[in-house]
């Protein structure tokens, strides 16, 4: 056999490095046009510099690959081909549908961050969250409905994402009291922006854009909240 046919176990691993690389790449070619770039600023450094700075055995790049890269192109692939739910025609209620979207998506990531976390009194606070943001649901349901449109329980696909995105970084880098708060922080914030672009809607008035500000100003609460326990984790 030529020698330049035979391949050597640096060769070997340089080329499995190679593929996880590309593997990650695709990754990020995913979800940016998902337009969810934003959730690789959330994987650790460690993780995020494998695909280009592997020098470690090719058995903990494996991992790595197929974890973080493979989970994220198996459901980047998968939710950025759903069809989202067509308008009804209704401008009020095409805004509600679309912030209780980001309501149900506060109410996953609450439960997620409940049964997380290993802190009691983090752990009730979540807990609260989680009811807190039902009721929000319930009562922008509650309006939908006498809009003509139907019950949305739905989340969004960003949201999907990054909560798989998250659990894939999780099963490589553990969880924490503090990437648990960091990861509520950034969820509240989408949400926040929800409440912004719903309240922009002049369609929206009286009972009902009173009940969407109330939610608005319950969520920047929550919002400065995290933040300060985040800072007691720091």
């Not at 058995?59 to 994220?72: D, E, H, M, P, R």
């Not at 009286?206 to 009940?211: I, S």
Request: proline share 1%.
């Amino acid at each position: 056999m030529d020698q330049s046919q035979q391949s050597s176990p640096q060769n070997s691993t340089s080329t499995q490095s190679q593929g996880a690389g590309q593997l990650l790449d695709q990754a990020k070619q995913l979800l940016n046009k998902g337009n969810v770039s934003d959730l690789l600023g959330q994987l650790p450094n460690s993780v995020k510099d494998l695909g280009t700075k592997a020098t470690t055995g090719y058995n903990k790049l494996s991992t790595t690959q197929k974890v973080v890269g493979g989970a994220a192109i198996a459901l980047g692939v998968g939710l950025l081909l759903t069809n989202r739910k067509k308008g009804t025609g209704d401008k009020k209620a095409d805004t509600l549908h679309e912030l209780l979207l980001f309501v149900n998506d506060r109410i996953e990531g609450y439960k997620k961050a409940a049964d997380e976390s290993q802190d009691p009194e983090l752990q009730g606070y979540y807990k609260q969250l989680v009811s807190q943001s039902q009721r929000f649901a319930s009562e922008l349901n509650n309006h939908l409905r006498l809009q003509g449109g139907e019950r949305e329980d739905g989340t969004t696909v960003k949201g999907k994402i990054y909560r798989r995105f998250m659990e894939a970084t999780s099963a490589v880098t553990g969880h924490s009291e503090k990437t648990i708060l960091a990861t509520n922080i950034h969820g509240e914030m989408w949400a926040l922006k929800a409440y912004k672009e719903a309240l922009s809607d002049k369609s929206l008035t009286g009972a009902l854009r009173q009940e969407v500000e109330r939610q608005h100003t319950q969520s920047q609460q929550t919002y400065d909240k995290l933040k300060r326990l985040a800072e007691k984790q720091s």
